[in-house]
T-cell receptor
Framework: EDQVTQSPEALRLQEGESSSLNCSYT??????LFWYRQDPGKGPEFLFT???AGEEKEKERLKATLTKKESFLHITAPKPEDSATYLC???????????FGGGTRLMVKP | NAGVTQTPKFQVLKTGQSMTLQCAQD?????MSWYRQDPGMGLRLIHY???????DQGEVPNGYNVSRSTTEDFPLRLLSAAPSQTSVYFC???????????FGQGTRLTVV
């Protein structure tokens, strides 16, 4: 059974204080790892897809990296508008299912 | 661009009632799916479709039915609502299954 665990569950940062969110996974045959951002009362919004270990992608203050066991979402000099819940999901094997982690709620104080 | 549109946004049902949650996308995506999101449980896949006429079960399919008669629409039916189905429901679509998914704004359902 595919498992995805995100840590920490919640993270409070001061504006400008860089940090990382972790997504560890146990799957057989990873086909893709996805990062989403979700604001309160909204649907998840796509950020990145990573397909193989060693891959990295960047978007503004966010950088996602992937190893064979985990992915990190690095946030550099965050701003209050980066406050949201960040979700990680994996797709593995021959099926079409996405398995989501529980999310990390990020709060950035000005 | 409308993207993925879900209706209604809010719904209150009595136990035993039936209803259909609507989902439509205008991006000509083949893959569509329904999730429920509960506190502490994350997003869980209910049903999905890889194209018109083809549907399959996800992780938590019991109590829900789907059909896919067109590429654009993927309705979710609750046959006999139960309090355990109180949740926020999201519909998503993607070009193929392992590419970025676009989510609707969600339907908040309460079963009393």
């Amino acid at each position: 059974e595919d498992q995805v665990t995100q840590s920490p569950e919640a993270l409070r940062l001061q504006e400008g204080e860089s940090s990382s969110l972790n997504c560890s996974y146990t799957v057989s045959g990873l086909r893709g790892l996805f990062w989403y951002r979700q604001d309160p009362g909204k649907g998840p919004e796509f950020l990145f897809t990573l397909y193989s270990a060693g891959e990295e992608k960047e978007k503004e203050r966010l950088k996602a990296t992937l190893t064979k066991k985990e992915s990190f979402l690095h946030i550099t000099a965050p701003k209050p508008e980066d406050s949201a819940t960040y979700l990680c999901a994996v797709q593995a094997g021959a099926g079409n299912m996405l398995t989501f982690g529980g999310g990390t709620r990020l709060m950035v104080k000005p | 661009n409308a993207g993925v549109t879900q209706t209604p946004k809010f719904q209150v049902l009595k136990t035993g009632q039936s209803m259909t949650l609507q989902c439509a996308q205008d991006m000509n995506h083949e893959y569509m799916s329904w999730y429920r999101q509960d506190p502490g449980m994350g997003l869980r896949l209910i049903h999905y479709s890889v194209g018109a006429g083809i549907t399959d079960q996800g992780e938590v399919p019991n109590g829900y039915n789907v059909s896919r008669s067109t590429t654009e629409d993927f309705p979710l039916r609750l046959l006999s609502a139960a309090p355990s189905q109180t949740s926020v429901y999201f519909c998503a679509s993607s070009r193929v299954s392992n590419t970025e998914a676009f989510f609707g704004q969600g339907t908040r359902l309460t079963v009393v």
